[in-house]
């Protein structure tokens, strides 16, 4: 008994120091970049993921998955990562309170919150009916027809997926130490097993009857990541403030990410199918590989859900654990009632969205911090216009550069212009009218 007290004592004192998202934490309860790296590795344990690859593989040459997987994850996601690694390293916050300074309080609270709770809850939501359609093929249940059975299924992995989220970042980091080593074990069985069935000949001579852009294909393993440019702050201001522990904490992810998209390509061109739960039945999964699966799904959901949590947190100025602990719990009942509603159906649009909305938004955020504030942060009260005007413009560059043209990458180009936009925006309105939000650097010129 004593020693479950001692636990329970432990995860309520830690959770007041790291979970309330409007506290900074200490530099004396961080550690170098390998703790949270594991935590955060353990979002990119994603069954949607390896669809998401299952989805290239379906469209593109396997040398064309490789180069496509290079820029679009590797080059490009690990790079936006790392700034705003450091980013969250520096301040100490989350990225929904982050974005207080250059949004204003109450655009961070309503507009910043609420997209990255959608996104996040709706992630959460897609991948825990992944599962739940997988744990229902093992049982012999058609999910496609026996909705009951089916729903029960998503509500109890629902269930399970919240627990460690609502307990606290301590619970989560003491958790993946088990189940990262555990999902990697898993997607080399998928490899093995995928490579035996259609051999190494037949992947590299794989030749799709109907081309993808490579622009798409670039946003939808952007789209996989992309989203962490704006939450990889939830995680690395776990770390010491340093380049170095910014650079390498997304190194785990990065890497989780590249085999399972590698991994998905590999196993459609074996199967011929980018249906992730068909591919797994037809190359004969045992029990133990379901359950491995289901421990490294774990993984990902708790980070999602409590982002998720963290950015409600910060829209209803949540400044204490317990109430912060709730706000999760409901994040994920609502993550629940949208698996049972069907939001699977919408995967690569979600995956297409998220590519579109979170470059413009990390754009701001970095151009913010680095080049209006030397890197300080201050949490400032108000509406900055600038930043809703330049969020548009990131979202229209996204969309037409993504989908209505297919032109360069355009998750970057949607970053940069965003980040370019707001800062000439910025510099004019602080010659015409300067109000709270022009720095005050400009302020003495």
Request: hydrophobic content about 55%; charged content about 10%.
């Amino acid at each position: 008994m004593g020693f479950w007290k001692k636990l329970k004592d432990k995860l309520i004192t830690e959770s007041e120091t790291l979970d309330v998202p409007l506290n900074p934490v200490p530099i004396e309860k961080r550690s170098s970049w390998l703790g949270p790296a594991i935590v955060y590795a353990g979002v990119q344990f994603s069954f949607a993921v390896v669809m998401a690859g299952a989805g290239l593989g379906a469209g593109l040459t396997m040398m064309e998955v490789l180069w496509v997987t290079i820029i679009g994850l590797v080059i490009l996601s690990w790079l936006g990562d790392s700034i705003n690694a450091y980013l969250g390293a520096k301040t100490g916050l989350p990225g929904a309170v982050i974005a207080r300074q250059s949004f204003g309080d109450i655009q961070a609270r309503i507009i910043t919150s609420l997209i990255m709770i959608m996104l996040h809850t709706g992630w959460w939501a897609i991948n825990t009916s992944l599962v739940a359609n997988a744990f229902c093929a093992f049982l012999n249940i058609d999910y496609t027809t026996q909705f009951l059975p089916w729903a029960i299924m998503v509500v109890l992995l629902g269930i399970i997926f919240i627990i460690p989220a609502v307990l606290g970042y301590l619970s989560m980091k003491w958790m993946d130490y088990i189940a990262v080593p555990a999902g990697i074990l898993l997607f080399a069985i998928g490899a093995y097993l995928a490579i035996k069935s259609q051999g190494i000949a037949g992947i590299k001579e794989w030749m799709p009857e109907h081309k993808m852009p490579w622009s798409i294909a670039i946003s939808t393993v952007a789209g996989t990541c992309v989203c962490q440019w704006a939450m990889v702050s939830d995680y690395s201001r776990m770390h010491y403030p340093t380049w170095r522990d910014s650079i390498l904490m997304p190194s785990l992810l990065i890497l989780v990410g590249f085999i399972e998209i590698i991994l998905g390509a590999i196993m459609t061109v074996g199967i011929g199918t980018f249906d992730i739960v068909q591919i797994m039945v037809t190359l004969g999964y045992p029990f133990w590989a379901y359950l491995l699966l289901f421990i490294a799904q774990w993984t990902s959901q708790i980070v999602a859900v409590y982002s998720a949590g963290l950015s409600f947190g910060n829209m209803v100025n949540a400044r204490d654990a317990r109430t912060q602990k709730l706000l999760t719990l409901i994040i994920g009942l609502v993550g629940i009632v949208l698996g049972i509603a069907g939001i699977l159906d919408k995967f690569m649009g979600w995956l297409l969205m998220l590519s579109i909305v979170f470059p413009p938004l990390a754009g701001i955020m970095t151009t913010d911090f680095f080049f209006l504030r030397n890197q300080q942060w201050e949490d400032i009260h108000g509406w900055n216009k600038i930043a809703t005007i330049s969020l548009i413009i990131g979202i229209i560059i996204g969309y037409f550069s993504g989908y209505k043209h297919s032109y360069g990458i355009p998750p970057l180009q949607a970053y940069l212009l965003t980040g370019i936009s707001y800062y000439i925006l910025m510099k004019t309105k602080a010659s015409l009218a300067p109000d709270q939000f022009t720095p005050r650097i400009w302020l003495k010129k």
